[in-house]
């Protein structure tokens, strides 16, 4: 919950946001974020059954134009990453 509420304060009150790493959908539901990407196909299954808009996808090659979001919100996915020495 201290998570989510830390998350809240720096988030837009208005908009449509894009959940980028969306796993699950857990966070992005909790903070109603409606639209994510995610690679995994049993990740997407799961937030799939939590009402998130998901498609299979990577950040850099997103397939939406240009506006569609307001913002776009990478919450855990970053500690996933891989950073080349």
Do not use: N, W
């Amino acid at each position: 919950m201290s998570e989510l509420e830390a998350i809240k304060r720096v988030l837009p009150e208005k908009g449509s946001g894009l959940k980028i790493g969306l796993g699950t959908g857990r966070f992005a539901h909790a903070l109603g974020i409606r639209t994510g990407i995610d690679p995994s196909e049993s990740m997407i299954q799961v937030a799939k059954r939590r009402g998130i808009d998901v498609c299979q996808a990577l950040e850099e090659s997103l397939s939406f134009k240009d506006s569609t979001f307001d913002y776009a919100a990478i919450i855990i996915a970053l500690s996933f990453c891989s950073i080349p020495a």
